[in-house]
C-alpha cells in the first residue's frame, strides 16, 4: 500500500498563492506517475496537473500558466504551486500516485478556498 498525505491548502483571496504537497509513504516502490485532481462540490474529480517519473508535465487548460506542479524524488514529494488563484480554483485537492503496473492511490485531500 501506499499513503498519501496533502497539506498546504487554505483560504486565500483571489489572485493569492498556495503551494501544496504530497507526500508518499509505505509501498513507494513502483510509483511512476503522480498528480494532483481537485473537486469542487456537485461537480466530479478533474485533473489538474501531473508530473512522471522522468518530469514530463501536464496541465489542465484552465490551470496553465498559473499553477506549476514540482517533485523532490529524494523527499517523495510532489508540490503544487497555485498562483493567481480564481474563485473557480476553489475545491478539493487530491493527490494521486500511480504505480508502472497500474495501481492507483489518492490521498484524502485538502481543501482550497478562493474568495472573490
Known amino acids: 500500500q501506499v499513503q498519501l498525505v496533502e497539506s498546504g491548502g487554505g483560504l486565500v483571496q483571489a489572485g493569492g498563492s498556495l503551494r501544496l504537497s504530497c507526500t508518499a509513504s509505505?509501498?513507494?516502490?513502483?510509483?511512476?506517475?503522480m498528480g494532483w485532481y481537485r473537486q469542487a462540490p456537485g461537480q466530479q474529480r478533474a485533473l489538474v496537473a501531473t508530473i512522471t517519473r522522468s518530469g514530463t508535465t501536464n496541465y489542465a487548460d484552465s490551470v496553465k500558466g498559473r499553477f506549476t506542479i514540482s517533485k523532490d524524488n529524494a523527499k517523495y514529494t510532489v508540490y503544487l504551486q497555485m498562483n493567481n488563484l480564481e474563485p473557480e480554483d476553489t475545491a478539493v485537492y487530491h493527490c494521486r500516485a500511480t504505480k508502472i503496473l497500474g495501481q492507483d492511490y489518492w490521498g484524502r485531500g485538502t481543501q482550497v478556498t478562493v474568495s472573490s
Open positions: 509505505g509501498n513507494i516502490f513502483g510509483i511512476n506517475d
